[in-house]
């Protein structure tokens, strides 16, 4: 199976841009999805696809990918961004098999 | 707007066999966009995909607990429930179930997920 590399933390000053990586060779050929996950809560899908929000996700949330590397950028980052983050998708062996980056720790300055 | 919610106890001995339900309401378990995953997260850690069922039975597992692992779905209860057997305290985790989107032919998503529920191995 294939994995996918995340930063570990993340900082970000209030009202700031930042980019969150997420790096694997399932995402030559797959798009990465992410979710937003709060302490004690389930994780939220915040972008999918190319570059799709789901109802209720801000605009400030966008996806990009490039190679083997899938980015989700916050532009402007608000308070209640501080999250952690995950990426995830299928595995590169082309069954459905499925798979977690290890996650981004998000501080908003 | 469709909702999962799991059930099952929140404690199993070690060595015993870990049962979660997840029901889905607000939709049909048949759909044929969806497969149906099962999320585990141990204390203070990332995520893990346990694996995914369609409707039709079709199974597919993280080859890291695939020995130990079985996902079946009951169309008429609509529900699919997890198995995990000979547990440690290393299964001590979360457990969240998922819809899983297949938004189009080859990329699919964890679009809706239930609250999670705590499952602790100890004895």
């Known amino acids: 199976s294939s994995e996918l590399t995340q930063d570990p933390a993340v900082s970000v000053a209030l009202g700031q841009t930042v980019r969150i990586t997420c790096q694997g060779d399932s995402l030559r050929s797959y798009y990465a999805s992410w979710y937003q996950q709060k302490p004690g809560q389930a994780p939220v899908l915040v972008i999918y696809g190319k570059n799709n929000r789901p109802s209720g996700i801000p605009d400030r949330f966008s996806g990009s990918s490039s190679g083997n590397t899938a980015s989700l950028t916050i532009t402007g980052a608000q308070a209640e961004d501080e999250a952690d983050y995950y990426c995830?998708?299928?595995?590169?062996?082309?069954?459905?098999?499925?798979?977690f980056g290890g996650g981004t720790k998000l501080t908003v300055l | 707007q469709l909702q999962l919610q799991e059930s099952g106890p929140g404690l199993v001995k070690p060595s015993e066999t870990l049962s979660l339900t997840c029901t889905v309401s607000g939709g049909s378990i048949s759909s044929s966009s969806y497969y149906w995953g099962w999320i585990r997260q141990p204390p203070g850690k990332g995520l893990e995909w346990i694996g995914s069922?369609?409707?039709?039975?079709?199974?597919y597992y993280n080859p890291s607990l695939k020995s130990r692992v079985t996902i079946s779905v009951d169309t008429s209860k609509n529900q699919f429930s997890l198995k995990l057997s000979s547990v440690t305290a290393a299964d001590t985790a979360v457990y969240y179930c998922a819809s899983d989107d297949y938004y189009d032919s080859d990329n699919c998503a964890f679009d809706i997920w239930g609250q999670g529920t705590m499952v602790t191995v100890s004895s």
């Open positions: 995830n998708s299928r595995d590169s062996s082309g069954n459905h098999l499925k798979v």
């Open positions: 069922i369609y409707y039709s039975g079709s199974t």
